[in-house]
């Protein structure tokens, strides 16, 4: 599990534009309010050229 944890945070930062001009990330967070209760989302991405790359979180 450590080994995988390292690998995704290596590929990040090399995604994230170390070795070259940095990228900027985009970000979105979502509060719905309903009759039911309260729902968050919240979506951190990368984005270069075609490639994208998005992590989202919802409670």
């Not at 070259?20 to 050229?49: C, F, Q, W, Y």
Request: net charge neutral.
């Amino acid at each position: 599990m450590r080994w995988v944890l390292a690998v995704l945070i290596a590929a990040g930062v090399a995604a994230c534009g170390a070795d070259g001009e940095p990228v900027i990330p985009t970000r979105d967070a979502t509060i719905t309010l309903t009759d039911n209760g309260m729902s968050a989302h919240t979506r951190v991405g990368v984005s270069k050229g075609p490639l994208t790359v998005t992590l989202g979180v919802g409670l």
